[in-house]
T-cell receptor, first 113, second 112 residues
Framework: NAGVTQTPKFQVLKTGQSMTLQCAQD?????MSWYRQDPGMGLRLIHY???????DQGEVPNGYNVSRSTTEDFPLRLLSAAPSQTSVYFC????????????FGPGTRLLVL | GQQLNQSPQSMFIQEGEDVSMNCTSS?????WLWYKQDPGEGPVLLIA?????ELTSNGRLTAQFGITRKDSFLNISASIPSDVGIYFC????????????FGQGTRLTINP
């Protein structure tokens, strides 16, 4: 199993550009999430999904869209990038059972100029 | 939203020393988790706690779920160089749900 994979590893955008951060998992996990990590602030939840076709907002959803058309994939879209979205983005997945842990991907480092 | 206050923010210790860090919250959590993050990697789960008062060990690591359900601590005994990294606490209000709330992290540096 590859676990949770994220692409790209690093991206530079100009303000106003759009892009999609890809996340895929091959563990048949129902639950998937996106977090952003900023210095001194830990990880903050952006959006999450409890299964294909179901998504919901986390703590910091503004400026981001998600969709979950398959169990394996959970892309994160930035429609119009802003410098405030410069961050490291982590995708995570889990089975969703009561005592299941979340497995994190290696992260995507995004710089918005 | 919920906040977790994690302390200390950073630690500089000698190899072999014991380490202690903690998290406190104004909210009650039903699950406490401790993660470690190495440079350029995603967080990896170290210990999960599901019951108030629970004390759980994983090798040289020991963590406790506070009785009030508003705090947790992590101890590392006899530190070694590979313990270097950032340690995060995280809490879940609803067990099994995806809404993890993270602390700010404790950066551990070890002098050999």
């Amino acid at each position: 199993n590859a676990g949770v994979t994220q692409t790209p590893k690093f991206q530079v955008l100009k303000t106003g550009q759009s892009m999609t951060l890809q996340c895929a998992q091959d563990m048949n996990h129902e639950y998937m999430s996106w977090y952003r990590q900023d210095p001194g602030m830990g990880l903050r939840l952006i959006h999450y999904s409890v299964g294909a076709g179901i998504t919901d907002q986390g703590e910091v959803p503004n400026g981001y869209n998600v969709s979950r058309s398959t169990t394996e994939d959970f892309p994160l879209r930035l429609l119009s990038a802003a410098p405030s979205q410069t961050s490291v983005y982590f995708c995570a997945s889990s089975y969703g059972s009561r005592r299941e842990t979340q497995y994190f991907g290696p992260g995507t480092r995004l710089l918005v100029l | 939203g919920q906040q977790l206050n994690q302390s200390p923010q950073s630690m500089f210790i000698q190899e072999g020393e014991d380490v202690s860090m903690n998290c406190t919250s104004s909210s009650i959590f039903n699950t406490w988790l401790w993660y470690k993050q190495d440079p350029g990697e995603g967080p990896v789960l170290l210990i999960a706690l599901y019951k108030a008062g629970e004390l759980t060990s994983n090798g040289r690591l020991t963590a406790q779920f506070g009785i009030t359900r508003k705090d947790s601590f992590l101890n590392i005994s006899a530190s070694i160089p590979s313990d270097v990294g950032i340690y995060f606490c995280a809490g879940q209000i609803v067990q099994g749900a995806q809404k993890l709330v993270f602390g700010q992290g404790t950066r551990l540096t070890i002098n050999p």
